[in-house]
């Protein structure tokens, strides 16, 4: 009987150390999607600010277009 119960304790200890890397594992997969879901964020920041930036500028652009003609026209 010294052999099947040295072999089940094995056993037990083979299957707390998957428990243990499956859980390891999971954590690690958890923190990555946070840290995917904060760069998610802040790219979509920076494309509104960059959006903004450009309508800006276009808004400068058609005035100084505006202007332009309004110079050549004289």
Request: glycine share 2%; hydrophobic share 45%; charged share 30%.
């Amino acid at each position: 009987m010294d052999v099947y119960e040295s072999a089940l304790d094995r056993l037990g200890k083979a299957v707390a150390r998957l428990e243990t890397a499956v859980e390891q594992r999971e954590s690690r997969l958890s923190a990555e999607r946070a840290n995917l879901v904060q760069a998610l964020q802040d790219a979509r920041a920076e494309q509104a600010r960059a959006e903004g930036v450009a309508e800006t500028v276009t808004a400068r652009l058609d005035v100084v277009i505006e202007r332009l003609n309004a110079v050549l026209e004289t």
